[in-house]
């Protein structure tokens, strides 16, 4: 039996309650009602993925315009020099703001330790319980949310698209999954923080909620997106059968891990004189090389130099999984293989987080600010979640001021999860449990999911991507009266799907995490711009 629907109004809504929702939702608290409503539990985003850390300049031997130079090189040559301006300069204000509000990061003695990773010039990524730096950060948000008045959480329901009137975002249409109820929430202004669409390929370091809805919602309704081409490839995902592809985090190199391949010889001397510590495309592609060359289905990564001491103190949650598995990170070498990890594009937007549509902003991986440009340097995502999303709360209150609409009546906040939302050893289990994990069964999504792993993967050449078009476009997704969130999901990754390759085929040139085999070469002259699509329109590239 379903409730009836309701209809609710809320001064803003915000879709996801990741580090940019949920720092968006409290900035948005101090103007008018909030409702911040996620698919899952309101642990479950990729923000409680996230193991290495956060990367800021705050050390003593860092330099904000450092942190700017080793941004702006691993984005090969499409970063927007602004919005990395803006991450660096406004990264250690927020960062400050977490800490009073609660954020325990690790400490040697009473100052802030600090590790390295690739492509970093210093040791800037700040951590957290070892290897639980995402997990702290949020359990540090949700604790700061359910004590700010105004601010109401609403697990467990899932956003199926805009309410648009006159070309302006008025609100979410929603289910509540609880009971399968359909409701509509309008606000005055909505924020899509929905993560990533990691999902979307056969093999992901990402939560099974990594669906892409945002930005499919986001299209669906007449919204640019951009940059769609660009998905980082994580290097290293645990690469055992019948497990799911745990991410080991890059800091394990940054604190001396090195790869062998499968005769165990070291081999990125050969691909990057940064050899472990190249940037994260460079890594993954000389795997994938090394994984072909051989003939074999991954190479290692080799921590055997660390005492289990170091390791266990260091990497707490990875080296509990690894030894979940049969591995002793202390003595045996991690099988590991690269999966679809963090995408670089998605709803574009100017440095404020609006969207092409008035009414609607975006945020963190939803978003594309520039930032990341053509590949991520590690550590800045969730810098960039809560720096963007704290500004895209600003924006939202100055552009659509509570006190010049009707309130109305919010939806009756559930109860609190009970405590240490995020730390306990069930939630622990829960996650690595998880952890790529793929959606229920059904045959189209293994199809779209295979299709665009073959075809639409770290390396891709014309006749690949044509290819994946041509598979893509003829998929009749099941049609139903009353579609719950597996149906919905699927037609979001379907949509997505098509729109990455279309435009992986429109950029005739290597850069970043788009690797063609055909234009093998950067080419600045044509494609030193982004790409951008928009329902009913081809793929375009702007500067």
Aim: aromatic share 6%.
């Amino acid at each position: 039996m379903t409730t009836s629907p309701k209809n609710y109004r809320a001064d803003y809504a915000v879709v996801g309650s990741g580090i940019a929702g949920l720092r968006a939702a409290i900035e948005l608290s101090e103007s008018g009602s909030v409702l911040v409503l996620a698919k899952s539990n309101l642990s479950d985003s990729a923000t409680a993925w996230a193991q290495g850390g956060i990367a800021v300049a705050l050390s003593d031997e860092d330099e904000i315009g450092l942190h700017e130079q080793d941004t702006i090189k691993a984005g090969d040559g499409l970063c927007r020099p602004e919005a990395v301006a803006l991450l660096v300069e406004e990264g250690p204000k927020y960062i400050a703001q977490l800490i009073e509000w609660g954020t325990e990061f690790d400490r040697a003695g009473t100052k802030l330790a600090f590790t390295r990773e690739a492509a970093h010039s210093r040791s800037r990524i700040l951590h957290a319980h070892g290897d639980s730096t995402g997990r702290e950060i949020s359990r540090a948000l949700l604790a700061r949310a359910h004590t700010t008045p105004h601010l109401h959480l609403r697990p467990h329901s899932f956003t199926t698209e805009l309410l648009m009137e006159g070309g302006r975002a008025v609100g979410v249409r929603f289910i509540d999954e609880t009971d399968g109820s359909q409701h509509e929430v309008r606000a005055g202004a909505v924020l899509l923080a929905t993560g990533g669409l990691g999902q979307i390929y056969r093999e992901t370091t990402n939560p099974e909620v990594a669906t892409g809805d945002g930005m499919a919602i986001a299209y669906e309704a007449g919204a640019v997106l951009s940059d769609m081409e660009f998905m980082q490839f994580h290097p290293t995902a645990l690469a055992i059968k019948g497990a799911p592809r745990f991410l080991l985090s890059e800091a394990l190199r940054g604190e001396g891990g090195v790869l062998r391949n499968i005769g165990l010889d070291r081999f990125m001397k050969h691909y990057n004189e940064a050899q472990e510590l190249a940037p994260r495309d460079i890594v993954a592609r000389a795997i994938v090389t090394e994984m072909h060359r051989t003939n074999s289905t991954h190479v290692y990564l080799d921590m055997t130099k660390k005492s289990e001491e170091f390791l266990k103190k260091r990497f707490p949650r990875i080296y509990e999984t690894c030894a979940s598995y049969g591995l002793d990170l202390a003595t045996d070498m991690a099988p590991v293989c690269p999966a679809a990890h963090y995408m670089m594009g998605g709803v574009k937007t100017d440095l404020w987080g609006r969207t092409s549509l008035p009414g609607l902003y975006a945020a963190g991986e939803t978003a594309a600010t520039g930032v990341h440009g053509a590949n991520r340097l590690a550590s800045n995502s969730l810098l960039e979640g809560l720096v963007f999303g704290a500004r895209a709360g600003q924006a939202m209150k100055e552009d659509a001021p509570a006190g010049k609409r009707q309130p109305g009546a919010l939806p009756g906040s559930p109860a609190p999860l009970p405590g240490n939302l995020g730390n306990s050893s069930a939630a622990q289990k829960e996650s690595v449990k998880n952890a790529g994990k793929p959606l229920p069964p059904c045959a189209m999504l293994e199809k779209i999911r295979d299709i665009m792993w073959r075809e639409v993967g770290i390396m891709r050449s014309g006749k690949e991507l044509t290819d994946a078009i041509k598979k893509l476009q003829p998929i009749d997704l099941p049609k139903s009266e009353k579609p719950g969130r597996s149906a919905h999901e699927l037609r979001n990754l379907h949509s997505l799907a098509l729109l990455m390759a279309q435009s992986a085929l429109a950029r005739e040139e290597s850069r970043g995490s788009h690797y063609r085999s055909d234009f093998a070469y950067r080419n600045d002259e044509d494609f030193s711009k982004h790409s951008v699509v928009q329902k009913g329109k081809d793929v375009r590239f702007e500067a």
